[in-house]
């Protein structure tokens, strides 16, 4: 399910994990010139910039999600259902 990314953030070079989930959408650093980069934007409001082309790393994704679809339906039924409700624990006395 996770996904590994080169990331420039602050002129540094990151190799990044990156749940597949947590990626909304993806987009050209720049338009004019679609092997400069692409940006990735995550759930939380986070842009990272990659040095992939739009088309690696949407290969990488299709892969992903291909070899780890059943768990990531899961986890995505898992975090859509509500809190279990926390059961009363009660003990009992009893008298021998």
């Known amino acids: 399910m996770f996904l590994g990314i080169p990331v420039i953030q602050d002129g540094i070079d990151y190799n990044v994990s990156v749940n597949v989930m947590h990626i909304i959408s993806l987009e050209y650093v720049n338009p004019r010139n679609v092997d400069a980069g692409t940006l990735i934007f995550l759930r939380d409001g986070r842009a990272w910039e990659s040095t992939l ?5 949407q290969t ?3 892969k992903t999600v291909e070899r780890y679809g059943n768990q990531i ?6 975090e859509q259902l509500p809190e279990p409700k926390k059961r009363k624990t009660t003990t009992k006395t009893v008298k021998y």
């Open 53 to 57: 082309t739009i088309d690696v790393i």
């Open 60 to 62: 990488r994704i299709n």
């Open 73 to 78: 339906l899961v986890s995505y039924v898992a």
